[in-house]
């Protein structure tokens, strides 16, 4: 698999993130670089549904890492146990240059900023329906997907977006049930909800534009995304 591709380093120096019903996350060093850290996830020790969320969660990271997607986290290492199975994953720390769909903003979303956010996570969310899985944990969780917060007005090479907590990714050939319609439908009812009806500085063809890309995605009852974009 491409999990097994990793060095599995051992990360000794930990500073505690954030702690879940499903386990912990730690702000680690990066041991490739003098000055910058990263994120450990690591699921709650002898709990089989978190271990098997951590197992699905680098399966997806790899594989999107493995076609160049850029709009998920970067998986850097993959740490195993005796028996080969992930123990804990290792992805770059994003808390610097992106936050939650849900935090606190300088102003409302424009139509333009919509369609830009719109944008760049449905490509991601094809590039995973390409490799044959769908992200299926969108719905009502603003926390899953985080917008770059510095130089947002710009036009950068810098990812705009990166959809977050892979945990629940289902393979399709593998008997998922959830499917890319129903990835596609979670995404726009989720950016919907947090963008008012009526915001201000919107143009009125570009918030067309913007419901309308929304509207036919959340309407979609196939997995050819390409045609959304």
Request: aromatic share 6%; net charge negative.
């Amino acid at each position: 698999m491409l999990t097994d591709t990793f060095p599995g380093r051992e990360y000794p120096t930990r500073q505690r993130l954030g702690q879940g019903m499903s386990g912990t996350t730690w702000i680690v060093p990066n041991p490739d670089s003098l000055s910058g850290t990263l994120v450990l996830k690591e699921p709650k020790e002898a709990d089989g549904l978190a271990e098997a969320d951590i197992k699905r969660e680098a399966r997806a990271l790899a594989a999107l890492r493995e076609v160049g997607c850029h709009g998920v986290p970067l998986l850097c290492d993959v740490g195993r146990n005796g028996i080969g199975d992930v123990r804990f994953i290792v992805t770059e720390n994003l808390s610097d240059h992106f936050a939650s769909l849900d935090s606190p903003r300088p102003r409302p979303f424009t139509a333009r900023d919509v369609l830009r956010i719109a944008k760049a996570t449905l490509t991601t969310l094809e590039r995973a329906h390409s490799q044959g899985f769908t992200h299926s944990d969108l719905e009502d969780k603003p926390g899953h997907v985080w917008l770059r917060t510095t130089n947002w007005g710009a036009d950068t090479a810098e990812p705009l977006v990166k959809v977050m907590d892979w945990g629940n990714a289902q393979w399709v050939a593998e008997g998922g049930t959830s499917s890319p319609a129903e990835d596609l439908a979670a995404f726009a009812s989720l950016l919907l909800a947090h963008w008012p009806v009526g915001a201000g500085g919107s143009k009125p063809d570009a918030e067309v534009r913007a419901r309308k890309l929304l509207g036919e995605a959340a309407a979609r009852a196939h997995s050819d995304t390409r045609a959304l974009l």
